[in-house]
């Protein structure tokens, strides 16, 4: 609840920016049993050939997860990017009323379309979806449009919403076509989700442990192999560009 009381009453702790002197962590080479072999290299100087662009897939969908401090990261992450990206579906485990209070925000404060989401919402370029607090969010395919069904449900993985049903259902209905990236936060929520995701060939992202405000959920998700990128927060909207294959110009 700390979280929570935080993000309603700092809200304008969001306008805080970060140094861009750090390390992307390139966990390319894990095997899903978490062994590490990974290798760190310079923001500044990294290959554009490790995101393998050569055989970028044809990305539709954004997917996020976040806990604690996560309003504040996933507010950086939008104001930096391009509005022109895929659709963005994000969980952050937090309470009805601040989840709508959130979404409003966002959409008054960066350029996306955002909103609470409602099952039937569409997921389309320029638009984010919050998954409301206190129902879970999936994602579900109707012919070659993709779509968000949000429900009441058992608690998973301790939270509802929970990012493990939302990553676990993009794995299903999108396989390669998505980007996971999962963000600060307590305990171990969006951890297999994410691991589901990459196992079905989709791009992942782990916030860093040095810019999480608590380094619970990434931490287990690359230590159990599901994250590909372990990338400092403020660097995370340059790697989403570079594996979308579009110039990054914040």
Avoid: W
């Amino acid at each position: 609840m700390d979280a929570y009381k935080s993000f309603g009453n700092n809200y304008n702790l969001i306008n805080k920016t970060n140094s861009c002197n750090a390390n992307i962590t390139s966990n390319s080479n894990i095997s899903n049993n978490g062994s590490n072999n990974s290798s760190s290299n310079c923001c500044n100087n990294r290959s554009s050939n490790s995101y393998n662009n050569s055989n970028r897939a044809d990305f539709k969908i954004i997917a996020i997860g976040a806990s604690a401090g996560g309003t504040e990261a996933i507010y950086t992450i939008l104001r930096s990017l391009p509005k022109n990206i895929p659709g963005i579906v994000i969980v952050q485990h937090i309470p009805p009323v601040f989840s709508k209070m959130f979404a409003e925000r966002l959409n008054d404060t960066t350029e996306f379309d955002v909103k609470e989401a409602e099952t039937g919402d569409c997921i389309e370029t320029g638009k984010v979806l919050i998954a409301p607090g206190e129902k879970h969010m999936i994602v579900v395919k109707e012919g070659s449009t993709y779509k968000v069904e949000c429900f009441m449900g058992e608690k998973v993985s301790g939270h509802r919403p929970s990012i493990d049903v939302l990553f676990e259902s993009v794995s299903k209905v999108c396989g390669k076509n998505a980007i996971g990236i999962i963000l600060t936060g307590m305990g171990h929520d969006g951890s297999k989700g994410l691991l589901a995701m990459r196992n079905k060939g989709a791009r992942t992202i782990g916030q860093d442990e040095k810019t999480s405000i608590v380094y619970g959920m990434p931490k287990v998700a690359y230590n159990i192999g599901a994250v590909e990128f372990q990338v400092p927060l403020q660097k995370i909207p340059e790697t989403i560009c570079s594996l979308l294959g579009i110039k990054y110009q914040f």
